[in-house]
């Protein structure tokens, strides 16, 4: 958090309100999106490819067709009825899941999909009350660990659901957004509260406007071969994070955890504490081009804790709840600061006119890309592999690779800045 030497009282309870406040408002949108995916659908195939599979394959197309599209839609947002736009996306979303525990399999991919296409925006349109602040990343560190800690809470109320008032597999997903209604109305009003940056906030971290067409055209010429990077490192985070969140309940099956659902919020609740104070203490770096060298280190550290552990189990050397906690703590440690801290940065310490969304949606929507065709892969090409099998030689690979990456972007924008402002260079 802000230390008060820099941060006056107000500025504080501003950033602290605000983190709180979108911490807790996306943690409730999960619910929406994650809580189905603890019902197995045991027995269920179509196309020779798991009926549970596909249907996380479909709201993953969905969101992916989201962020695709996002790039625009987000980068071009304007701050007035957001809140308008909120709703009118979650609501659509929680109809979807109603939906699809009225129609037969297969034909809920298709509520999914439609799902996961609105609940796709609902990250961008967050963070945008979040962005352009000096206490941004304290902010967005706690928005982003919200997603590692409501993957695991969200679950644990659908297991509840689904073990003490048994409920249905098909109704898991609609029954836990309405647990949520309530709270996420609450948290959207209190959302709308939050003050706008102030003249040290734009002083420091530039002032944060709509992006035109020609606007994106620019950034990705300066900026095109940083970018390719970005996104592939992206990509494989994106990957990790997303087959661990889909299958996690598959994973603590094959470990022999599938009836505790209190394992779900332990292990994730842990992996939020470590990475929020990780991330938080960048806030303190003042200068925005050492924040972005240093979580380019953060990301190298995080691929390094989750390609070394999962080397580990696949050796017999590691127990699995141990290996499934430093694989999160890993993972979350590379993809987190992409989705609150890096981009933020990299446009403040360039002076960039624009904003987060635009680039974040664009990491996002290649990375689902990625994740979509790694869960197709295994499905179709009949892989003979456990979850905790197929997962764990995925992130040694995906890690190798992804350390490469991240150093290449360090030296990229290193350099870059040299260049484009080398009286700011110290």
Known sequence: MPSTTSFSPRQVSVAVYTAAVAFLTYACIFAYRKAFTVATFDGQAFWGIKYQTLLIISQGLGYMASKFYGIKFISELKRLGRWKTSALLIGAAWLCLLLFALVPAPWGIVCLFGNGFMLGFMWGIIFSYAEGRRATDFIGAAMAVSFVFAGGFTRSVAVWLRDSWHVAESWLGFTTGLVFALPLIIFMYLLE??????????????????????????????????????????????????????????????????????????????????????????????????????????????????????????????????????????????????????????????????????????????????????????????????????????????????????????????????????????
């Open 193 to 426: 509260r939050v003050p706008a940056p102030d003249e040290a906030d734009i002083k420091e971290r530039s002032m944060r406007l709509p992006m035109t067409r020609d606007d994106r055209k620019n950034f990705l010429r300066l900026f095109g071969g940083g970018v390719v990077a970005v996104v592939i490192t992206y990509l494989f985070l994106t990957i990790m994070r997303d087959v661990r969140d889909n299958f996690m309940a598959n994973m603590w099956n094959e470990l022999g955890y599938g009836q505790k659902p209190a394992i779900f919020t332990r292990t994730e609740t842990i992996t939020s504490v470590v990475v929020l104070v990780i991330m938080s203490l960048l806030v303190v770096i003042r200068k925005n081009i050492r924040a972005l060298r240093l979580i380019h280190w953060v990301i190298v550290a995080g691929f390094l804790i989750a390609g070394i552990a999962s080397a580990l189990f696949l050796m017999g050397a590691m127990a699995g709840v141990l290996w499934m906690q430093l694989a999160g703590l890993g993972l979350y440690m590379g993809y987190i600061p992409f989705n609150c801290i890096y981009f933020e940065r990299l446009i403040a310490a360039f002076r960039i006119t624009g904003n987060v969304g635009f680039l974040i949606y664009i990491a996002d929507a290649w990375g689902y890309l990625g994740s979509m065709l790694v869960m197709l892969t295994k499905e179709i090409a009949g892989l003979q592999l456990t979850w905790t099998q197929f997962y764990p030689t995925s992130v040694v690979i995906f890690s190798a690779i992804g350390i490469v990456t991240t150093i290449f972007s360090l030296i990229y924008f290193n350099r870059k800045y040299r260049v484009l402002t080398p009286d700011k260079e110290n």
